[in-house]
């Protein structure tokens, strides 16, 4: 634990601003909106006539019919492109060959250095050519698995690009991806598997992280023994290490494409035909499939990548996205806003600080890399691990950074101003969801003056407001929610197999409005403050969790009776876990160490290595109301540090404050 402040907490304080850099500007010939005046003429005419400037946007991307009407809007349900047919993967490779530039670079892959390859680096290089050819052999041996258009697919896989291949086929014959970031565990496999009833996955034999194997397809093993209706498992050889094989059930890769034809014609999907699901937390129970439909996302991500980062193919730009696919931001800005974009995408396989912590500035000067877009848990490591790592390698290539995930604070933000943009880099902090599909509130380069830790003004289309719960707009920086008064082509069409859930949880808090989840504030030039989640996720250094499902995870340790878990400042992470514990009578002589460790493992095992509390506090009883339930907002105040300033008086049990404080960590 440490005692650094909430980055939170030195956001309220801030308000240097920073012009767009001279430098950016000079490079950057093309400049898609280059001024404020032009920020608000565009963001106006999205809000006065949202449907023609999203059909305008629309127009930009290939249809094979047209839309007949551009927006229809039932709150909480929409439909984008009404009538239009299209294909993702058409507009992400196919589009691109037709018109000549097959031989561009679409993907450029980096494995994990010395571990993947003993020789140094293993790059690929993937033309737009050679992507389709791989995309149509891969949807052509997905089809001979009998898989077809409406299913769903799994991809639990490693960075490696036949992971983006794998999404990109399942687009182009219609069936829908369910991607399963590969640090989770069986048991999430296990849920999300069966919320999708996919019957086919798609893995890698292992996947390479600092220089040892995940061992993907084991886990895939063991969740298949509680997925009776998996039929087909499709593994990547990846790394070499020994798998068991299920005959029948198994199959290689490599001996699945063989002989496959290069040509599979792209299904000419509805505008609102499913695209993907992807598992994010929720507040509550399970993790809650996200549903993203074809044309609206489509156009979305594609529109917010080219505004927020300002590509456009004929400036030299390489685009290097540092998330795992596993998240939305991968989804998004790794694949599929990117590749229409016609600027190559970077993926990197492995961890930052293996084999050296200089890993993407070794990859930003070998591959000239223009945009980098990380999280700012990932540059408080980098800030941590000192600035030799940046300063020895040339970073001139470099034009845009972005962050994501969390807010970001000054101390950080200036680092990465400095220190890896030399101070001629627009720095876009980009707010948005899983849900949302693409940024929702975010400077554009060349063109917003941003202030460090506010991610400024709404994206075109986005009617952001601070509101209270009768979804009155709130004065200027008072606190209050997040709510999206429009739709907007990228929006979630709701939660699989769970429109309950999906009503509660976004549209009933604030009725005709999307309820983003997130407090916020605006200040007097109209700027956003994200102030942190209002409900019971937690986003741990830019990766959310509910806290129900890691304390569903601890009470499951035959050692627990009953856990509450809480997040707590943390140097790196923005936040950590805490997670205060009661242990069943047979615990009295047990070893805590030992027990903590124990602990810790199990969660990593039922749900990943990322949820592993960052302390663990033994305690005989939890704070409770009267009515029994968990105070959560006191065991954030103890879990902090804190003085507990709130009101007490219901707590069951006084003197368990008391003992809360000392219990060991
Ligand atoms: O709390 C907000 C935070 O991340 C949440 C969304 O998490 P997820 O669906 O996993 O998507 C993360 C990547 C898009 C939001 O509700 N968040 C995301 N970006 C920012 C942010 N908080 C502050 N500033 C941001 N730029």
Redesign the pocket.
Known sequence: MTSAPSPIENLLTENRTFDPPEQFLERNPVIHCADMETYKALYERSMNDPEGFWAEQASKSHWFEPWTKVLEWNCPDAKWFVGGKTNMCFNCVDRQVEDGLGDQYAILWEGEPETGSPEGHEVRRITYGALKRDVSRFANALKSLGVKRGDVVTLYMGMVPELAIAMLACARIGAAHSVIFGGFAASAIVDRVQDAQSKVIVTCDGAWRRGSVVPLKANVDEACTRLPGVEHVVVLKRCGNDVQWSEGRDQWWHTLIHGQSDDCACEHMDSEDLLFLLY?SGSTGKPKGIRHTTGGYMVYTATTARYTFNLEPGQRQIFFCT?DIG???GHSYTVYGILPNRVPTVMYEGAPAWPAEDRFWDMVERHRVTHFYTAPTAVRAFMKWGEEYPRSHDLRSLQVLG??????NPEAWIWYHETIGNECCPIV????????GGHI??PLPGCTPTVPGS?TLPFFGIDAAVVNEQGEELPANAGGLLVIRKPWPGMLRGIHNDRERYIDTYWSKVPGMYL???GARRDERGYFW?M??IDD?I?IG???LGTMEVESALVSHDAVVEAAVVGMPHEIKGTGLAAFVTLGPDCGDANHDELRESLRDHVAKEIGAIAKPDMIRFTNALPKTRSGKIMRRLLRDIAAGKEVTQDTTTLEDFSLLAKLRESDE
């Open positions: 994010t998330a998240w939305i931001t962050t994501v995930g969390e807010p970001i902090d980009t707010m948005w969801q899983t849900e949302t509130i975010t991610c983003a989840g997130d994200i942190g989640r996720v986003n830019g990766h959310r």
